[in-house]
């Protein structure tokens, strides 16, 4: 299975990123080739609603870092959607990366996907990631894909807080039996 990891944090070495090694560590062990981007890292233009993609089979008008995402989308089997928790959603990287599939919407929907979703935040209560999920569980309803599980860790305000605890087993775990 090819599966695109879209992470979203600008820490790359903070505690979604570890979560998305473990989930990938996981899911190669099984034998599934893994292709990431840290897209805070990546020039990545907000979509301004032009809909140039519209009346241009499906191109967009920005031409960025969104040229590299596009292909390894459209072949991926699952997607991964990775973010910290910035005032209760994902960050504002990668959801511009996100709106940036509306230029290819009618292909994404003529796919069948699994999307998948890793989460943390330094909140404890689970309500924190009320928001998150909805959103999550309205993409995958509106682009008829399949939800394909998630982590979400509460009380993760560092690294320190995730390493070699129960988020991180849930997240290799979620790998290897995707
Ligand atoms: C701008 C900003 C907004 C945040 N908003 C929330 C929030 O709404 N709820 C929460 O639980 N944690 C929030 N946090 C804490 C981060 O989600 C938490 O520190 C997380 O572990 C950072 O992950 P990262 O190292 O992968 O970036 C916020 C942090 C920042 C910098």
Redesign the pocket.
């Known amino acids: 299975m090819k599966i695109l990891v879209l992470a979203g944090?600008?820490?790359l070495h903070?505690?979604?990123?570890y979560l998305a090694d473990k989930f990938s560590e996981g899911a190669q062990e099984a034998g599934n080739e893994v292709i990431r981007f840290d897209v805070a890292k990546l020039k990545v233009h907000p979509c301004t609603g032009c809909d140039h993609c519209r009346r241009n089979d499906e191109k967009c008008i920005f031409d960025d870092d969104m040229s590299q995402i596009y292909p390894r989308l459209l072949e991926a089997d699952a997607v991964v959607l990775v973010t910290?928790?910035?005032?209760?959603g994902m960050t504002a990287q990668l959801k511009a990366v996100i709106d940036r599939f509306y230029a290819i919407n009618s292909s994404l929907r003529k796919q069948s996907k699994k999307l998948l979703l890793i989460g943390?935040?330094?909140?404890e209560e689970d309500w924190?990631m009320s928001a998150l999920k909805s959103h999550y569980s309205t993409v995958c309803r509106y682009l008829g894909w399949s939800e394909g599980g998630m982590v979400l860790a509460l009380g993760?305000?560092?690294?320190e807080d995730v390493e070699n605890g129960i988020y991180a087993e849930a997240a290799k775990k979620m790998g290897r039996e995707i």
């Open positions: 944090s600008p820490h903070g505690t979604t990123s910290p928790l910035y005032y209760f943390a935040g330094g909140d924190a993760a305000e560092t690294r």
